[in-house]
Nanobody, 125 residues
Framework: QVQLVESGGGLVQAGGSLRLSCVAS????????LGWFRQAPGKEREFLAA????????DYAPSIKDRFAISRDNNQNTVYLQMNSLKPDDTAVYSC??????????????????WGQGTQVTVSS
């Protein structure tokens, strides 16, 4: 059983940056592909980014590809999401996810095995 705990959210002005972290415990971290999602009030959950277990392959949603970057540190059991040039529309709860398959993360999130509780990001105008 893998537990995921996000941190790094908060209130930031438009144009600012945040780096989210997600620490995993309870499993073999390096065996899992990891991803980030967000959900704004009244909207569906949205895929943002994914990274393979070795960190060599990443995938991004087109809407954030030029502003966000996913990375991982297998020694620290942590995945990061660097978010730059933030906009008010980026306001949402951001969650990390883990699964053996990056395909589940990028295309069929209903199959994802492990989710974190989420961290709130609020971008003021």
């Amino acid at each position: 059983q893998v537990q995921l705990v996000e941190s790094g959210g908060g209130l930031v002005q438009a144009g600012g940056s945040l780096r989210l972290s997600c620490v995993a415990s309870g499993g073999t971290f390096s065996s899992y592909a990891l991803g980030w999602f967000r959900q704004a009030p009244g909207k569906e959950r949205e895929f943002l980014a994914a990274i393979t277990w070795g960190g060599t392959v990443t995938d991004y949603a087109p809407s954030i590809k030029d502003r966000f970057a996913i990375s991982r540190d297998n020694n620290q059991n942590t995945v990061y999401l660097q978010m730059n040039s933030l906009k008010p529309d980026d306001t949402a709860v951001y969650s990390c996810a883990a699964d053996e398959s990056i395909v589940s993360i990028t295309t069929t999130p209903i199959k994802i095995k492990y989710w974190g509780q989420g961290t709130q990001v609020t971008v003021s105008s």
